[in-house]
């Protein structure tokens, strides 16, 4: 048997065998039909998906916060099946703290996992730097856009210095010149960083855009369907969105949301 | 006219608001006693209980104090045992089973049918005063602080938990910091009632407090002397109140009931 949806250069998250059924009153509800995935390290792969296709499920497996029914998730050589340490996670909401300023939000991440606040410090000021929220740190969320309180969830996501970094759906509750604006911005961060990104999106142009490869998952229960290698040059303009190979890429990957008969967005 | 201007603003403040009903009020019913020859002793006029007041200030100064210990000592008590009541029915489903339905019945119960039962039980002094408080202002904190507990974002939740953080510390960081808006809005219910409470332990077995003035006052038909009390009831449960909502103030200035004043003081 071939190596399934093998990644290029060292695996860094290896999934085997996934599966996830949901117990409900009127019996199992599968949600996850057994998925194998390999991200390499410092790969930016993008998910995409109909709702309900259990997507959302399949990050919270890989970050330990959903106990798997079968199959096993390897990060860096070590099994997930609680939360661990070398994870960053960014939701859709900001879920940021309003009784704590931006700085002390994106702290919250190294003191809720005990360490010593002052030394991350530094790491903390550097994000604030990068991510465009200098002279807002000392501000409270609610005084900030939607924008920059997601720049700020994003640094909170970083701030401890994770090998992988989660997002589900983080841009979706942005008008789209804000989103726009984040996915460069998110790119650019990515490329500093060099994180093994795992992005759920419902957006087909943003995974494009941003992604080193596009998983298309399909709906109910939830198995991967087509999985696209995005060989557009780095780093990336916007204006990339133009040109014909990111426009038949999208075009390419909506053809399979037609398929199935529904489309989000 | 620049007179007529200001005027304009001092009644637009919002201080004044409250102050300017109030003469309004004072007034009418002054004017409404006055018209309608109603005797002293079915309604009085407010100038015979600013008399009063003035007249029987130092009695009712010190009868005020052991009902405001009866107060604060009923509402104490009820922060004390109401907001870790309320963490235990919100950490767990079997505690709110057995416990919660208890409390809503017990709520239920009437207060002033059973003070009686607490003078029998605890004598004529302080205790069935502080009693009585306490079961008025514990259900509105206990029931608040459940809210606030439970009212947490799942989002928020995972966070906490991918953060592997352990269950007293995301308590202490995450979910009591946001309840407490919540049991801000229990505790105000609280003081107030707190307030009804101990006259209601007074009036049932009392030889002192503002309750015990008011019966007396009840029995001579002195009626400016029972709404100078009532007045002084009145005057301590607002200033209760507005002690709270300061604490309020302070603790939670990122409430978004306070952000207007907040962000003004940047």
Redesign the interface.
């Known amino acids: 048997m071939t190596e399934p949806n093998a990644a290029v250069g060292d695996v860094h998250i290896r999934i085997r065998g996934l599966t996830k059924t949901y117990r409900s009153k009127t019996g199992a509800v599968p949600s996850l039909k057994p998925i194998d995935l390999d991200i390499a390290k410092g790969e930016f792969v993008a998910i995409v998906g109909p709702s309900g296709c259990g997507k959302s499920t399949l990050l ?1 497996l890989v ?3 959903l106990p798997a029914t079968s199959g096993s998730i390897r990060i860096g050589g070590v099994e997930v099946d609680k ?3 070398d ?1 960053g ?1 960014v ?3 900001p ?1 940021l ?3 704590r300023s931006v700085r002390d939000n994106i702290l ?2 190294v ?4 360490r010593d606040t002052a030394a991350y410090a530094k790491a903390a000021d550097t994000l604030i730097k990068t991510s465009g929220l200098e002279g807002f740190e000392n501000r ?1 969320p ?2 900030l856009s939607g924008g920059m309180q997601q720049r700020a969830s994003i640094c909170r996501a970083l701030v401890h210095d994770p090998s992988v970094l989660l997002m589900d759906e983080p841009f979706g509750a942005l008008d789209a010149m804000t989103r726009e604006r984040m996915n460069a911005e998110l790119q650019r961060i990515w490329y500093e960083t060099r994180k093994t990104v795992l992005l759920i999106t419902h957006s087909i142009p943003e995974a494009v855009y941003l992604a080193d490869r596009v998983v298309v998952m399909s709906s109910r229960p939830g198995a991967i369907e087509a999985i696209y290698d995005i060989d557009l040059r780095r780093p990336r303009e916007l204006s990339v969105m133009g040109e014909p190979r990111f426009v038949k890429l999208t075009q390419d990957i909506r053809k399979h949301f037609f398929a199935q008969g529904d489309l989000d967005h | 006219m620049p007179i007529i201007r200001s005027l304009r603003r001092l009644a637009g403040s919002e201080a004044i608001r409250p102050a300017l009903l109030i003469v309004i009020i004072l007034v009418g019913w002054d004017v409404g006693v006055r018209l309608f020859k109603i005797p002293p002793y079915l309604i009085p006029a407010p100038t015979a209980v600013v008399l009063e007041l003035f007249a029987q200030w130092p009695m009712l100064l010190r009868e005020t104090m052991p009902t405001l210990y009866a107060t604060l000592g009923g509402f104490a008590l009820s922060a004390l045992f109401g907001i870790p009541t309320a963490m235990l029915i919100a950490s767990s489903r079997t505690v709110e089973s057995y416990l919660y339905p208890i409390l809503v019945f017990s709520q239920s119960v009437p207060k002033i049918a059973v003070a009686p039962l607490f003078v029998v039980w605890f004598g004529f002094g302080i205790a069935p005063k502080v009693i009585s408080a306490f079961l008025l202002g514990f259900f509105p904190v206990v029931v608040a602080t459940v809210l606030g507990l439970k009212s947490i ?1 799942n ?2 939740l ?8 352990g269950a007293l ?2 308590f202490l ?2 979910r009591l ?2 309840a407490l808006p919540s049991i801000f809005g229990g505790l105000k219910v609280s003081i107030t009632l707190a307030v009804v409470g101990a006259v209601v332990g007074e009036f049932v077995g009392s030889n002192s407090g503002i309750g015990y003035v008011l019966q007396i006052a009840n029995g001579n038909f002195d009626l400016p002397l029972m709404f100078a009390a009532l007045f002084i009831l009145s005057l301590m449960g607002v200033l209760l109140f507005t002690a709270i909502d300061f604490a309020e103030r302070l603790l ?1 200035p ?3 009931s306070h ?1 207007g004043d907040f ?1 003004g003081t940047n």
């Open positions: 919270k970050a330990g916060l939360p661990i340490d994870i996670i939701f859709q909401s879920v703290l309003p009784w919250l991440q003191q809720m996992r005990g409270y609610w005084e | 974002d989002d928020m995972d966070l906490a938990r991918s953060m592997r953080a510390r995301t960081r995450i910091p946001n939670i990122w409430h978004a952000r962000v």
